[in-house]
């Protein structure tokens, strides 16, 4: 017994059927295309979302929404992050050189999530009420610039 002598076990296969191979095969003529048109044509294509020419549902549909021109992003930084760092005085240029926020030119905002136990002096542009109230509660400041 070798690999090229191996078969499929009748009856587990079945042939696909060919299409427009003559009257006979029982799909022939059109091969199940019907009747002229664009469906019909080898190579044709309509883009799925594409609704026989009627008014595409994205052009009925009304807008949604806006886009507030003055939001604000802020670098998120978290007292457990805070913990980490051996500093006393933290800054943004600290933060910066520490890998904690990606840019000085944008706001850092410190949040309350972790816990610190030693006094800190951070400099932030927004801080959370729970953030505050752990610095200060470890006798830390918070300046808010």
Do not use: Y
């Amino acid at each position: 017994m070798n690999l090229s002598s191996i078969k499929f076990a009748e009856g587990s296969r079945r042939k696909r059927k060919r299409l427009g191979r003559g009257q006979g095969s029982g799909r022939g003529g059109t091969s199940t295309k019907g009747h002229k048109g664009q469906r019909c044509r080898s190579g044709a294509k309509r883009r799925s979302w594409f609704e026989g020419g009627q008014m595409p549902i994205q052009r009925r549909l009304p807008k949604g929404g806006f886009t507030n021109i003055f939001r604000q992003e802020f670098q998120i930084v978290n007292i457990s992050q805070l913990s980490r760092l051996e500093d006393n005085e933290i800054s943004p240029e600290t933060l910066k050189a520490r890998g904690l926020i990606k840019k000085i030119t944008e706001p850092v905002k410190l949040l309350g999530d972790g816990e610190i136990n030693r006094a800190v002096k951070i400099t932030v542009n927004a801080v959370s009420q729970s953030a505050k109230t752990k610095i200060e509660s470890a006798g830390g400041e918070v300046i808010i610039i």
